[in-house]
Structure formats: C-alpha cells, structure tokens
C-alpha cells in the first residue's frame, strides 16, 4: 500500500484509508458484527494504516472495534466530535466543555493516544467563532492530539478552517461533486493542509449499478438525499463517464476511485466498504501506482462532466 505525505504534518498516511460509517449501520443499514470485524482485519491485512471514524458511529461502538483489533503502535485512526447525542433533540455541539469531554471519551474507547481528530461537520459561524478552533489548538499543544482538523460539508466551511489553520481537512471528493476541493485546492497547497477525500463513489452511485428508479430501505440515507427526479437525473449523468471509464480502465468504479487519487492534494482517498468483498474490489480497482489516470482520460472525463453539467 503507498503512502502519501498528509499535507505539511510531518505525517504519511497510507493513501487508501477504511472509512467505517457503512459498517456503523447508521447510514446505510445494518451489517453484522462478524463481518464488521473482518472488514477492519481484511483492511489491516491489505496494508491499510488510515481509519476513518467519528464518535457518533454505532454511538461509539465503532471506536470501541477500531480500539480492539487495531495492533497496539499501529495505524492512524481519524476521529470526528462535535454531536451531542445524549440532546433532545441531537444537536451539534462545538463548545469547549463539551469538546473535551467528547476527547476523553473517543480516547478511552479507541485505548490509543488521539492520531487526528476533527471537528465534524462544523457550520461556518461555528467555525468563524473561534472558540472551538481556539480549543483545539491548545489540546494539540498539550499533547492530547497528533493533529486536528475539521470535516467539512462545503467549499466555504473548508476554506475557513484552512484559514483557521486546521492541519487536516476531509471533504467528500467525486466525479459528481469535483468542484469544493477544486476551490479550496490553491489555499490547502499554500497551507501544507492535508486533505482527505471522501465519498468517492458519491454513496454508491458511482459503482455505476444504479438503475433510475432505485429504491432504498428506509434509514438508509440515500432514501432522502434525492428527490425521485435528481436520482434520475444523477444516474443518467453517468452514461458518458461509463462510456470514457470502459475505454481506458473497465469500470466505473475504477475511474471513480482512481479520480480521487490522481490528485496529487488527496492524501488519502477514505473508502466506505459494507463488506470484504467491496473492501477487495475497491482495492483491486484502485490501481496500485500512479498515474492512476492517464492524462487523455482525465480531458475525455472533463468534457463529459462538463457536457452532464457538472461544475468542475
Ligand atoms: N461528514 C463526514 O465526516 C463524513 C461523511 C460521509 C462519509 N465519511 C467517511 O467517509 C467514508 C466513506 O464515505 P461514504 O459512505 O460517503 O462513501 P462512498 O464510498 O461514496 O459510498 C459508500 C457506499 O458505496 C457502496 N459501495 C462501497 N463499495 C462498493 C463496491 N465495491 N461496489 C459497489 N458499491 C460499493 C456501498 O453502498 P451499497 O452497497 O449499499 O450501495 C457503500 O455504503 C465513511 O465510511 C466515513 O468514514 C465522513
């Protein structure tokens, strides 16, 4: 597995990383512990050093797994704070009280010295308001971190936290939605921040089975994502991208993960497997060494995102 630097840390993370929301049951449904673990053990046994969690996953549950099978010295894991589960209603939370007890936690459940930690989905006004940006900083001075940073919904939350010197950044980064990580990409070069993508198969869509008309269970959160008509406009979006990723590399998810890590900004591309089986393909798929694009198929997949109408 090759390793990339993550910005200007000082840190090489490898450049696929296991993200473990899908196997949470939060977002997607349920998956079976055993099969749980033996995504995490199938990970480690492929050379993957980079997880990608949060604390709200499984209501911590799945820190509590990372802490247990992950080998003592090994590894980076990624951690995100800042929901208050035990609200009524959940609500966000990005106070300094509330922060360092959420750190306490995560550390305890994950039985490892905090690697990276962000600050999950902060809006930008929590951001801008500097206490928690503030909080962070001294946490990281005292040694209570490796490295902070802040997962970002939007172009303009990334850039703020850029701005606010977060060291790391995750934004989800795909063929569908190239564009937030396209604006932010002169400041996080400027900065030595390092970026991690994320949402490489835009949930799914881009493994590229979808038909228009595709139903999910309710709880997924694919079910309220898309209106109807946007999910028949989405899966239609890819006929020309299919038609460039079978002429170059096979498949449409070849070409989506291989997207993500022809940008030499991306540190690591955070895969979102529900089983061994997805682990592997997206593995197998990924490539192994650059150039993960050839440059004529990055300009042949320009002009089709353009012509689907897909800001770049
Ligand atoms: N705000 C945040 O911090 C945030 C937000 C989102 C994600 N993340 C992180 O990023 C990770 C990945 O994000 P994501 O869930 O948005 O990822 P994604 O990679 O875009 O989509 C994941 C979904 O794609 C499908 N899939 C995965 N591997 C496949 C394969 N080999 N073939 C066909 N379909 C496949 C699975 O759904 P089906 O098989 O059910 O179709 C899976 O749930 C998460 O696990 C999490 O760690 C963080």
Known sequence: ???????????EVTELALGTWGLSGDGYG?????????????ALS???????????????????????????????????????????????RFDPSFLEESLDRSAERLKRPLDIVLLHNPTQAALEK??????????????????????????????????QGAEVVELAYNLTLPGDLHAIA???SQRGTGILARSVLAYGLLAGHWTQDREFYPGDHRADRWTREELRIRVSQLE???????KYVLTLRAAALRFALANDLVSSAVLGPRSVAQLEQL???????PPYLRDTMLVELSAKLEAAGIKL
């Open 1 to 11: 597995m090759r390793k990339r630097a993550l910005g200007n840390t000082g840190v």
């Open 30 to 42: 349920a998956v079976v512990a055993a099969e749980v673990d033996r995504v995490i053990d199938a």
């Open 46 to 92: 492929h050379g993957i050093e980079l997880f990608d969690t949060a604390d709200v996953y499984a209501k911590g549950a799945i820190e509590t797994k990372l802490g247990e099978r992950i080998p003592k010295g090994k590894g980076f894991v990624v951690t995100k704070i800042g929901t208050d589960l035990a609200a009524q209603p959940i609500r966000k």
């Open 130 to 163: 500097a206490e928690c940006v503030g909080f962070m900083r001294e946490q990281k001075n005292i040694g209570k971190m490796r490295l902070w940073g802040v997962s970002a919904g939007s172009a303009d939350v990334a850039r703020t936290a850029i701005e």
């Open 186 to 188: 002169g400041e996080a």
């Open 240 to 246: 020309g991208l299919r038609e460039v990723a079978s």
């Open 283 to 289: 593995i197998r798929e990924a490539g192994s060494e």
